[in-house]
């Protein structure tokens, strides 16, 4: 199976978002209760340069969620 058949892309990002940004395919959300990091994501993504920086937030917040789903299954 391909990436994409684990994580679909989530809709609120633009193709130069997920482009820029290959993250961005692990905030959706469809399966989850997880919308609050996919908005938060595209907010960060929107509103801060891409820098070194912006990966880190991206990537505290992927784990802010995965534990957020953790803890939503167990």
Excluded: W
């Excluded at 997920?18 to 990091?37: E, K, V």
């Amino acid at each position: 199976m391909t990436d994409a058949a684990f994580d679909p892309p989530p809709t609120e990002f633009t193709a130069e978002q997920m482009g820029a940004d290959a993250i961005l395919r692990y905030f959706h959300y469809s399966h989850l209760p997880a919308r609050p990091f996919c908005e938060l994501a595209r907010h960060i993504v929107e509103t801060l340069p891409r820098n070194p920086e912006r990966t880190v937030a991206l990537r505290k917040l992927l784990e802010a969620k995965d534990a957020a789903v953790r803890a939503n299954v167990t």
